[in-house]
């Protein structure tokens, strides 16, 4: 049978394949199960000594001399329940400090984040590695440390649109370590540590928050290097032993929401860990007195971009990030016209359209024309059925001579597929389009539409546009298996997000129109052409 497609519908064919393969890859990959924070913090215990205690080695980001130090990753006593010692009020969160000096509980008090009438918690009250935590190598020492409280000097913290400081101290028998925090309305803060004595130790950003994490979305560690590239560390990917010299900033992510360390003027060494589950745990080599920047909450642009543009990298889109991230800005321009996320994805759909216009146009032209000369390279076909290359030698000049390109419907549709996965990403990652409202019963376009009613739509709309479409089919199996495409694709589109929907069914609308056009402009020359 496929020996029987000419070129264009083997084309049309791969580029379908290559769509469902992209979002089947997404939609039935298998992740990393979930396992329960409490049963990783047992197992992480009985592993901590053969593996994380050795040297770090084998890396190729840092030099022989720096790999020496490693965290020694030895969890609080299991079953010890944090004690609070300081609470820190601002107006979009709300944070407490534990006795061993950790950020253990930060609520972000936004209305429209809220799931279920709660406030997202962003650290886990079982989690093996809080903010701020800090870990010895020295295995004495790093027990210690994790047995003695730290004193506060501040227990009962209100920001009141100003910012400000809370002095943490630890007193242990061979060095007294000091936090220094000062926190910010914006959900920043600096925190600068010094010991009396020198000891190696490493102080982390703490474990991802797990409030919105899903199989499609990226979920683990971010660096920022040296160079400026960034790296990521997915769960389940961590090998232990990565190292990053110079880095700008460590930031642990979920969908949404993400704890980081920054600074763009001192640069600091990070080295990785991992738990028993081979998630990554990032740490920062700490020195006498280490300064650097802080920031928990959600992944808004905007926000973060206040921060310093460089943070903005912590949203992380996957392959498409070159791609995606100014389809972002772009619609959060609409949207800052239109103010309706909903009507903003269909205005970007009409722009993406008019640009690819010239495309779209020659494609069906030359779809129509092919029709048209569907009697004579079936005539053609048969004539040189066991003659291939005399076979494709006809039938390029038969294309050339009646203006006839049997790749032009290809292209609008290569156009357009790195195009969808862009905003498929968008739609996916962006916080902004959490909750966002369009009409009737859609108020969260980020999830996939309750009713089913966008991705029915789509499918007979492409259905709708696949029966105006001229083709040449030779081969009426094709044809059938063709026809079954919207069906497929309607499965797919159920449980994608409901903007995602809208964006491709608003763009099958307009290849209907675009398509009614040209078929109209060919029935008009056919009937001059019988006149005549």
Known sequence: MIDNMSQQQRMILALVLSFIFFIGYDFLMPKPQKVSVEQNHTSSISTTAQSTAAPIANTSTAAPQQQSHTPQVAPPVVGKQSTT??????KDFKLTIDELGRISRYDVLIERFKEEGSYPNLISDQ??????????????????????AYSTDASDVRLDGSSKTVTLTQKLSTTEVTKKITFNPDGTYNITVSLSAPYDYFISPGTRPDVAADMYTFKGTFVQKADGTTDTIEDGDGEGNEVFMGASILASSDKYYTTALYSFEDRFNIFMSKDAEDNPLGFIKGTKNLTVNGYIGPKEYDKLNAIDPQMTNIIEYGFFTFLAKPVFLFLKYIHSILGNW???????TLIIRLILYPLTYKGMVSMNRLKEL????????????GEPQKMNAKMMALYKKHN???????????????????????LLNSIELKHAEWIGWYHDLSVMDPYYVLPVLMGASMFWQQRITPTNFTDP?????????????????????????LYWFTNNLFSVAQQYYVNSIFAKEKARKEAA
């Open 85 to 90: 010692i300081a609470t820190v009020s601002g």
């Open 127 to 148: 989690s093996d590695l809080k903010p701020l935590e800090i870990r010895f190598k020295d295995p004495k020492l790093n027990s210690e440390a994790f047995s003695k």
């Open 342 to 348: 909903g009507w903003s994805i269909v205005a970007i």
């Open 374 to 385: 569907s009697p004579k390279i079936k005539e053609i076909q048969k004539q040189y059925k």
């Open 404 to 426: 006839a390109n049997p790749m032009g419907g290809c292209l609008p549709m290569i156009m357009q597929i790195p195009v969808f996965f862009a905003i498929y990403r968008v």
């Open 477 to 501: 199996m094709q044809e059938k298996i063709m026809k079954f495409l919207p069906l497929i694709f309607t499965f797919f589109f159920v449980t994608f997000p409901a903007g995602l929907t």
